[in-house]
């Protein structure tokens, strides 16, 4: 998965709706926006969120959640482990 916004200029009128984050696919998935203080807000798939004061720290963010995410994807499934009840005699003892 790979993730990208354009950044944008804060001095424009425009910029105060915000830049929406796609995927490689097009997709979108957050948005961008200037916050009151003048700095950046970001929103990913509507759970991962943060307050930065530039476009660079923005996507520094962005590129954590993706590594994350693709990290989690590529985990393979295993099965839940389950101890026996004779397992457990070491515990109890």
Same mark, same amino acid.
């Given at each position: 998965?790979?993730?990208?916004?354009?950044?944008?200029?804060?001095?424009?009128?425009?910029?105060?709706?915000?830049?929406?984050?796609?995927?490689?696919?097009?997709?979108?998935?957050?948005? *961008?926006?200037?916050?009151?203080?003048?700095?950046?807000?970001?929103?990913?798939?509507?759970?991962?969120?943060?307050?930065?004061?530039?476009?660079?720290?923005?996507?520094?963010?962005?590129?954590? *959640?993706?590594?994350?995410?693709?990290?989690?994807?590529?985990?393979?499934?295993?099965?839940?482990?389950?101890?026996?009840?004779?397992?457990?005699?070491?515990?109890?003892?």
């Amino acid at each position: 998965m790979r993730l990208s916004f354009q950044g944008f200029d804060g001095r424009r009128r425009l910029s105060k709706l915000g830049e929406k984050v796609c995927d490689q696919e097009g997709k979108k998935v957050g948005h *961008v926006h200037q916050s009151s203080s003048g700095g950046r807000e970001i929103s990913l798939f509507g759970k991962y969120d943060g307050s930065f004061a530039s476009d660079e720290e923005c996507r520094a963010f962005m590129k954590g *959640v993706e590594a994350v995410l693709n990290h989690m994807v590529s985990l393979p499934e295993r099965p839940p482990q389950t101890r026996k009840p004779e397992d457990l005699t070491d515990i109890i003892a």
